[in-house]
């Protein structure tokens, strides 16, 4: 058997080899420090040329090794042929890594820099490789964690995935405002949504014409860009006030805070004129 292994695996493919990876890291390393150092129109732009630049010096490592071992893999055809069934068994997940990558790439699932969820995890997408995508967390009130989370390619084979990216940079995002019944009043409702309807005038129009493009592709009617505020009746005492509003993403939480503490600067000036 040694003599077997000394014959069909030559030091000098194991000296190429390392070589090769050694080389190959150093350069994908000085790459992306020269990325890093360059300015870019925007965080997204620069995490999906980071992620290029990854998969394709993972793919570079991959075929040059390939290539090297090339005539050692063909003399074993025959013998792995015989161990094929307890190798996929052994290596199912990478396998099914390898797929879920394969649905997500071939049906533009997400790409970097959207926030997605996916079995209760949530974050922003960093980088996307072969096997795992990298989510920046996003916790309580869409705040980013600052934490990392290594998301497995078969994820997106098994659970379903919540983008809020699909409509570009825009997104419909929702607020549910507790109030008590006797406490409501048509005037608070019209103030409130005045309110929100100025806030989206800067972007409004934008807005429309990304959802217009993304109802025309889908084959969706009646979806309508303008604030809405709709009754949610909780019980004979207690309601909620459902805003319904177009919001840039990176702005979506600025807005809510705003729209909240306007809210409740309109219920106690209400309160104060009729208590």
């Known amino acids: 058997m040694l003599d077997f292994i000394n014959s069909e695996f030559p030091l000098k493919n194991i000296l190429i080899t390392c070589i090769i990876i050694v080389t190959l890291m150093v350069l994908q390393s000085l790459f992306l420090k020269f990325l890093a150092k360059k300015k870019w129109q925007s965080e997204k732009v620069y995490l999906r040329v980071n992620t290029h630049v990854r998969n394709v010096f993972i793919a570079l490592i991959t075929l040059s090794i390939i290539t090297v071992w090339i005539p050692q893999i063909q003399s074993f055809a025959l013998s792995i042929a015989a161990i094929a069934v307890a190798v996929v068994v052994s290596i199912k997940e990478i396998i099914t890594m390898l797929t879920g990558g394969f649905i997500r790439s071939s049906t533009d699932l997400l790409d970097v820099g959207d926030r997605i969820e996916i079995n209760h995890i949530k974050g922003d997408v960093m980088r996307i490789g072969f096997f795992n995508t990298d ?106 006030l459902v805003l319904r509003f177009p919001s840039p993403i990176p702005e979506k939480i600025k807005i809510e805070q705003q729209v909240i503490d306007k809210f409740y600067v309109l219920l106690s000036a209400q309160q104060k004129s009729h208590p």
């Open 135 to 240: 989510l920046l967390e996003v916790g309580e009130c869409g705040q980013r964690t600052g934490r990392i989370t290594h998301l497995p390619n078969n994820y997106f084979f098994t659970y379903p995935l919540v983008n809020e990216g699909a409509v570009g940079d825009f997104t419909f995002h929702t607020i549910s405002l507790p109030l008590e019944v006797k406490e409501y009043s048509e005037v608070l409702k019209a103030s409130l949504l005045d309110f929100v309807t100025e806030l989206s005038k800067p972007y409004l129009k934008s807005a429309e014409e990304k959802f217009k493009k993304f109802s025309r592709k889908n084959g969706i009617s009646g979806l309508t860009v303008q604030p809405r505020i709709l009754l949610q009746p909780i019980d004979h005492e207690h309601l909620n």
